[in-house]
């Protein structure tokens, strides 16, 4: 016969062996994993504080950085034409072409003039005229109040840039933006 105390204690250790009742460490994180949030940090700051680029070239800039030059907007008979992102046009979109930025990049548009902004996406690509940084839909065009001269020097701010490895990056405009947005649009 098994003392009380002993056959109590070996019940103990079968219960612990089949419930697994040992306790998980935490994970264990290197100095690199803790300095990501501060690197991404002081990256998005020196985007944010660099001085605007205009583009010269096709080729994508996935910088995030702010961008200027002219924008212009699309004629109505570009209406349900396909995009370079596949949608068919809309007019009353906040869609932009742009010959550098990332197809679904998030951008704020200001009309240098007048100060005028709103918030647009990337879909499509052009304009293909020098010195143009965007074209925009009448709406955009209304909203940023150009349509009368028809191209307006413009600062281009993005907010969130798609990278090449499916990530996102938050751009130049993001600390300007809604921070939570932006942290779920980083998650992704």
């Avoid at 994508?60 to 046009?89: I, V, W």
């Avoid at 009309?111 to 005229?129: A, H, L």
């Avoid at 955009?140 to 150009?146: K, N, Q, R, S, W």
Wanted: glycine share 8%; net charge positive; aromatic share 4%.
């Amino acid at each position: 016969m098994v003392p009380r105390n002993i056959a109590t204690g070996m019940g103990f250790v079968l219960i612990c062996a089949v419930t697994a009742c040992t306790e998980t460490p935490p994970p264990v994180t290197t100095e690199a994993q803790q300095e990501l949030p501060r690197l991404a940090a002081q990256e998005q700051e020196s985007v944010a504080v660099s001085p605007p680029v205009q583009p010269r070239s096709r080729q994508l800039d996935h910088s995030g950085r702010k961008q200027t030059g002219g924008a212009s907007y699309y004629a109505p008979h570009f209406t349900n034409r396909k995009m370079a992102n596949g949608d068919r046009f809309d007019p009353n979109s906040n869609i932009v072409a742009s010959k550098t930025l990332p197809l679904g990049t998030k951008a704020r548009v200001t009309n240098s003039i007048n100060g005028k902004s709103t918030e647009v996406t990337v879909g499509d690509r052009g304009p293909f005229v020098n010195g143009r940084v965007v074209d925009v839909t009448p709406k955009v065009a209304d909203e940023l109040d150009l349509k009368q001269k028809g191209v307006a020097p413009v600062v281009v701010t993005p907010i969130t840039v798609p990278q090449p490895d499916g990530g996102v990056k938050l751009g130049a405009g993001a600390a300007e933006a809604n921070p939570p947005e932006n942290e779920k649009a980083a998650a992704r």
